[in-house]
C-alpha cells in the first residue's frame, strides 16, 4: 500500500496576481536543489486519520502557524516514488521570512554513527504562479492549475 500525505497549498492575492507559499525541503540532500525541488507543507498521515485535520497539523508544524479559513479540495496526485498526495488551498498570509519549521534527525554523514539534526522546511516563499510551477515538484504541480481553476 502506498504511502499517502497531506498537504496545504497557501495562497495570497497581491494587485492583479495570485502568489503561493511553497516550503524548501531541509536536509542535506536538498541544500544545493532549487528547481523542481519545492513542495507544498505536508506530511504522512494514518489511515485512520481525517486527511484534511492532518494537512492542518502538518502545516502547523512545518511553519508555525495555525492555518484557518475556507479549505478548497485539490484532489489527488501520485508522485514519482509512489506516495499519493492529498492537498488544499486555502487563502492566508504570512511573513514567509519568519517561519519556524521543526527538525528531524539523521545520521549525517552517512555510516558516520554521528546524529545530526535539519529543520523540515529550511526554506519558505511566497511565489508568483509562474515562478512556483518552476520550483515546485513536478509531481505537485496539478495542484497549481486546480487551485487556479477552483479560486
Same mark, same amino acid.
Given at each position: 500500500?502506498? #504511502?499517502?500525505? +497531506?498537504?496545504?497549498?497557501?495562497?495570497?492575492? =497581491?494587485?492583479?496576481?495570485?502568489?503561493?507559499? /511553497? +516550503?524548501?525541503?531541509?536536509?542535506?540532500?536538498? !541544500? $544545493? #536543489?532549487?528547481?523542481?525541488?519545492?513542495?507544498?507543507? #505536508?506530511?504522512?498521515?494514518?489511515?485512520?486519520?481525517? +486527511?484534511? &485535520?492532518?494537512? $492542518? =497539523?502538518?502545516?502547523?508544524?512545518?511553519?508555525?502557524?495555525?492555518?484557518?479559513?475556507?479549505?478548497? %479540495?485539490?484532489?489527488?496526485?501520485? &508522485? %514519482?516514488?509512489?506516495?499519493?498526495?492529498? +492537498?488544499?488551498?486555502?487563502?492566508?498570509?504570512?511573513?514567509?521570512?519568519? /517561519? #519556524?519549521?521543526?527538525?528531524?534527525?539523521?545520521?549525517?554523514?552517512? =555510516?558516520?554513527?554521528?546524529?545530526?539534526?535539519?529543520?523540515?522546511?529550511? =526554506?519558505?516563499?511566497?511565489?508568483?504562479?509562474? %515562478?512556483?510551477?518552476?520550483?515546485?515538484? %513536478?509531481? &505537485?504541480? !496539478?495542484?497549481?492549475?486546480?487551485?487556479?481553476? /477552483?479560486?
Amino acid at each position: 500500500m502506498p #504511502k499517502r500525505s +497531506a498537504g496545504l497549498l497557501m495562497y495570497r492575492r =497581491r494587485e492583479d496576481r495570485m502568489e503561493v507559499l /511553497l +516550503a524548501h525541503p531541509g536536509g542535506p540532500f536538498w !541544500a $544545493k #536543489k532549487d528547481l523542481g525541488a519545492w513542495s507544498i507543507p #505536508k506530511g504522512e498521515f494514518d489511515s485512520d486519520e481525517d +486527511a484534511l &485535520q492532518a494537512a $492542518k =497539523r502538518e502545516f502547523e508544524e512545518e511553519s508555525g502557524v495555525v492555518p484557518s479559513g475556507d479549505f478548497v %479540495a485539490l484532489g489527488e496526485v501520485k &508522485q %514519482a516514488g509512489g506516495k499519493i498526495v492529498t +492537498a488544499w488551498g486555502v487563502e492566508g498570509d504570512c511573513d514567509s521570512s519568519a /517561519l #519556524k519549521s521543526n527538525t528531524f534527525s539523521m545520521e549525517w554523514p552517512p =555510516r558516520s554513527g554521528r546524529m545530526a539534526e535539519f529543520p523540515e522546511v529550511d =526554506r519558505w516563499g511566497w511565489f508568483s504562479l509562474d %515562478a512556483a510551477r518552476e520550483r515546485i515538484l %513536478a509531481g &505537485q504541480r !496539478a495542484f497549481l492549475e486546480r487551485l487556479i481553476e /477552483l479560486v
